[in-house]
């Protein structure tokens, strides 16, 4: 009879246990279904678009978004000011072209403000002078892939300790010590430019963005400067840099690439913006590829049109009316840069 008492504590014990680790597999459960249901409610229309969070390297010293100041931007309504918005595609270094385009626009620097959506360096004959009249006019530059280049190559050199008062390098040098998959050639003359530059003009060129976020200009909708494009769909926050400064074509799977060959982001940017109500529909201006040339789209603008290569350079002005804003563009001849 006494054994009777411990049976039953026994049983009373292991249904306790029993009921201890049922507790803990449905908290488990319940925790993994609260998990996924987050996940799925808070999935944005990245992963939508194949190119999410996981695409996005992490990239440091760089700034991914900056907003245009209100202040600069043109004024709508009876009252407006005169203000307008000058977006400079790809100068390279030709700064007496850039010259010639403010003068054929009639830039006003106490009422406009100047844009410059990146590649404003190398390869042409004047890039300090670019910059040193960009810094001039207090205007707005955008990193492109040729400015983030040299920013790796000077901070290259300061790893080497060898930014203005370096070694002197062999010129038939082919090796690339710089990390990216784009540079097919050797470093000598970006570390040449770079002392050319000298600090002062490299910090200018750091501070500029990714992206520059305009903000909302009537029938255009949000606007958006950068250098090669944007993946539609996802955020301004989430975009990858690497491929907003070189981006040239996207595929079936919303993977951004470089390569030249396949179909243009801007058919898919375009097609996208379309299926959004107005509200919400957002127009990049952009430079980058200037094979393709002058690229008009209702939501896109590329700017970019071979100033270097002796084509021409092109601003897009934005100027306000009584209730909405227009835009045009302007051209100028170049000579060929290469040459000189």
Not at 63 to 69: E, F, K, T
Not at 145 to 156: F, K, M, T
Not at 219 to 235: D, R
Not at 286 to 306: P, V
């Amino acid at each position: 009879m006494s054994s009777l008492p411990q049976h039953s504590a026994s049983r009373q014990a292991k249904s306790h246990g029993s009921w201890k680790r049922s507790m803990l597999i449905y908290v488990v459960v319940l925790l993994g279904l609260l998990w996924t249901a987050y996940t799925v409610l808070n999935r944005s229309t990245d992963e939508k678009h194949g190119y999410g969070l996981n695409a996005r390297p992490g990239f440091k010293d760089m700034i991914q978004i900056l907003d245009l100041p209100s202040n600069l931007l043109p004024e709508t309504g009876k009252n407006k000011h005169s203000g307008r918005l000058i977006v400079v595609g790809d100068v390279h270094g030709m700064k007496a072209a850039l010259v010639d385009l403010l003068d054929k626009v009639d830039f006003d620097q106490k009422h406009d403000h100047l844009i410059l959506a990146g590649d404003m360096i190398s390869k042409g004959p004047d890039s300090p002078g670019v910059v040193d009249l960009a810094m001039k006019l207090g205007a707005t530059g955008v990193r492109g892939n040729h400015e983030d280049r040299i920013i790796l190559a000077y901070q290259d050199m300061i790893s080497e300790h060898a930014v203005m008062d370096g070694p002197n390098e062999d010129e038939g040098n082919t090796q690339d010590a710089l990390e990216e998959e784009s540079f097919s050639h050797g470093d000598y003359k970006d570390r040449a430019l770079v002392k050319a530059l000298g600090e002062k003009r490299i910090k200018w060129l750091k501070d500029c963005p990714v992206i520059l976020r305009v903000g909302k200009l009537g029938s255009m909708g949000e606007v958006a400067v950068v250098h090669a494009g944007l993946v539609p769909g996802v955020k301004l926050e989430k975009q990858d840099p690497l491929m907003v400064m070189n981006m040239r074509t996207i595929g079936k799977d919303g993977v951004p690439s470089d390569a030249r060959e396949g179909p243009g982001w801007i058919k898919v940017w375009n097609k996208y913006q379309k299926s959004l109500p107005k509200g919400q529909r957002s127009t990049v201006i952009y430079g980058h590829d200037s094979n393709r040339g002058l690229q008009k789209e209702k939501y896109s603008l590329g700017i970019d049109t071979g100033c270097l290569k002796g084509g021409k350079l092109t601003a897009v002005v934005i100027e306000s009316g009584r209730s909405d804003y227009s835009h045009k563009l302007v051209h100028v001849n170049c000579v060929d840069g290469r040459a000189t």
